[in-house]
């Protein structure tokens, strides 16, 4: 499984999945892949899955704030500067 071998690729292409199919990653395997991101030198893949997940969760749940500090972070390490 991606979560445990640390494939980013197989991850997002298994998120992509259940996101296709209408279900719903929970969010430790979104940390998972924030941290994959980030580690990865992949902020703007970070802040996707992060913006993904708060959009398609209403019920409460989001992505926590050490994560959106892991992508702000990654972020000014890789100057990777959002377009609007």
């Known amino acids: ?23 719903k990653p929970s969010i430790a395997i979104i940390t998972h892949g924030i941290r994959l991101a980030c580690d990865n030198a992949l902020p703007r893949i970070a802040m996707d899955l992060a913006q993904q997940f708060d959009q398609d969760f209403e019920s409460g749940t989001k992505v926590p704030t050490a ?4 992508i702000l972070m990654s972020s000014a390490e890789n100057s990777y500067v959002s377009s609007p």
């Open 1 to 23: 499984m991606a979560i445990h071998d640390s494939n980013l690729e197989q991850l997002l292409l298994v998120l992509n999945e259940m996101w296709d199919r209408g279900a």
């Open 67 to 70: 994560s959106w500090v892991r």
